[in-house]
C-alpha cells in the first residue's frame, strides 16, 4: 500500500480508502470488512450520516478493533490505535447551525468517538446549498465550533454538482479537501481537480468502480479494448499515476471485494508506454464508432429550456455506442427525474426539438435525434437511490 499527503490536512492517507456505504448486511460483515481493510494498508475509513445503518456498524467494529484486539481476524496487528485509523464521516449541508450541531452529536455517538479526523459536508450540489454554507448563521457555525473544541480535525465538501458549483465552493477557501467524481470516461471536472491541487486541498476520488462505468462488470467489448489490462484496473491507474489525486473511495460489500484493487495499490508511478498504447485506442475507437456524432463534452448546448442534462446524456450514448456500456448507461439514465439534486435533470424524451441548443453546439450534433436515440437505447425501469 502507497500513502499520499492529503493536502493542507497534513494527514498522510493510504491510496485507497474504504467507503463503507455498501456493507450494510450485518455489524458482523462490517467487522470483518474493516477488518481486512486496515490489515491490507488501508488507513481511511469513509461512511455518512445518510448511508443508512453504516456509521452505528462502523462505530461497533471501531469498539473491537481498538478496545477487544483478541476478538479480531489475526491478520490485524494488535497495535492499531486510534491515531493510527483516520475516520471521515460526511453531513448534508443546514441552513441552520443548530441542526448541524445535532447532526454531528449524532455521528460522534454513532461512530463511538470523540473526535473526527476529517468531517465533509455532504452533497453540496446546489446553489442553495452553497448559500447555506456561506451564511453567518447557517451549518459552517456549528462545524468551525466543533473545529474549535477539537471534535473535527478537518474540513471538507463532497458534491454531485455543476463545475461552476464546485468551483465556486473550493474559492470559499472554507475546506482542506475534496470529494470528487472524475475518471477516465468522466474528466469534466479536470479544471476542479487542478484548483483544488493549487489551493493545497486534498483530493478524494469517489466512486471510480461503480460511477466510473461499473467498472467491476464490464462488456466484452471493452474487456478485449483493455488488454492486458482489465477496465478497472486501468482506471485505478489512470488516477493514481496523477501525483494530484491523494485516493480512491474503494466501496467493498465485503472483506472478497478488497482483493482485485489492492492489487494495484502499490502502482502509483506514471502510465507506461503500454498503458498510453491502450488508452490511445480506447480514444481511437471512440473516434471510429461515433464520427460525426460523437459530443465532445464541451457543455455550450446548456441550458435546456426542458431541464434535460444534454452532455451527461450524450455522454452515456458515448459509452454506449464506442464500448458497449450499455448496462451502465441504463443504470446512470434511469437516475434522470429519480434522484433530485444528486442527479439532476430530465431525461431525454422531453426534448420539445425547440432548437435552442443546435446553434450552440461546436460540431454540429443534431441534438434532438441523438437525445430520442439515447432515450430508446438506454430507458429502462425506473429506480430510486438507496437513502430514498
Not at 128 to 138: D, F, I, R, S
Not at 156 to 182: M, P, Q, V
Not at 259 to 286: C, G, M, R
Not at 356 to 373: H, M
Request: aromatic content about 10%.
Amino acid at each position: 500500500m502507497e500513502y499520499r499527503r492529503f493536502g493542507k490536512t497534513n494527514l498522510n492517507l493510504s491510496v485507497f480508502s474504504l467507503g463503507t456505504m455498501r456493507y450494510l448486511s450485518s455489524p458482523e460483515n462490517a467487522l470483518q470488512t474493516v477488518t481486512a481493510a486496515l490489515a491490507s494498508g488501508i488507513n481511511h475509513l469513509e461512511t455518512a450520516r445518510g448511508y443508512g445503518e453504516s456509521e452505528e456498524y462502523l462505530g461497533k467494529a471501531l469498539v473491537t478493533i481498538l478496545d477487544k484486539p483478541n476478538q479480531v481476524m489475526s491478520s490485524l496487528s494488535k497495535a492499531t490505535t486510534r491515531s493510527s485509523i483516520h475516520i471521515t464521516t460526511k453531513i448534508p449541508p443546514t441552513p441552520d447551525a443548530d441542526t448541524m450541531r445535532r447532526y454531528i452529536d449524532e455521528s460522534l455517538l454513532k461512530l463511538n468517538l470523540n473526535y473526527l479526523d476529517c468531517l465533509g459536508i455532504h452533497g453540496l450540489n446546489t446553489w442553495e446549498h452553497l448559500e447555506w454554507v456561506k451564511a453567518k448563521n447557517g451549518c459552517m457555525q456549528a462545524v468551525w465550533e466543533a473545529v474549535a473544541d477539537g471534535r473535527i480535525k478537518h474540513v471538507g465538501f463532497s458534491t454531485h454538482g455543476s463545475l461552476e458549483l464546485i468551483l465556486a465552493a473550493i474559492n470559499t477557501d472554507f475546506f482542506e479537501f475534496i470529494n470528487l467524481h472524475y475518471y477516465y470516461f468522466f474528466q469534466r471536472h479536470a479544471t476542479a481537480i487542478q484548483l483544488a491541487f493549487e489551493k493545497d486541498m486534498g483530493i478524494f476520488i469517489i466512486s471510480p468502480a461503480d460511477k466510473g462505468g461499473k467498472l467491476y462488470t464490464p462488456p466484452e467489448k471493452l474487456e478485449k479494448l483493455c488488454e492486458p489490462f482489465t477496465p478497472l484496473e486501468l482506471n485505478y491507474r489512470f488516477l493514481l499515476s496523477d501525483s494530484r489525486i491523494t485516493t480512491l473511495s474503494l466501496g467493498a460489500a465485503n472483506p472478497e471485494e478488497l482483493e482485485l484493487p489492492l492489487q494495484v495499490a502499490d502502482n502509483i508511478t506514471q502510465l507506461s508506454e503500454l498503458e498510453k498504447i491502450v488508452f490511445k485506442n480506447l480514444e481511437n475507437t471512440s473516434k471510429e464508432a461515433l464520427n460525426t456524432e460523437q459530443c465532445s463534452q464541451c457543455y455550450a448546448c446548456l441550458p435546456c429550456p426542458e431541464n434535460i442534462n444534454i452532455p451527461e446524456v450524450l455522454r452515456l450514448r458515448n459509452l454506449s455506442i464506442a464500448y458497449n456500456m450499455n448496462d451502465y448507461g441504463k443504470y446512470r439514465y434511469a437516475m434522470f427525474e429519480n434522484a433530485g439534486h444528486w442527479f439532476p435533470g430530465m431525461k431525454a424524451n422531453k426534448c420539445t426539438e425547440c432548437g435552442e441548443c443546435l446553434p450552440r453546439c461546436p460540431e454540429n450534433l443534431g441534438i434532438p435525434a441523438l437525445l430520442a436515440d439515447t432515450h430508446q437505447r438506454l430507458k429502462v425501469k425506473e429506480g430510486r437511490r438507496l437513502w430514498d
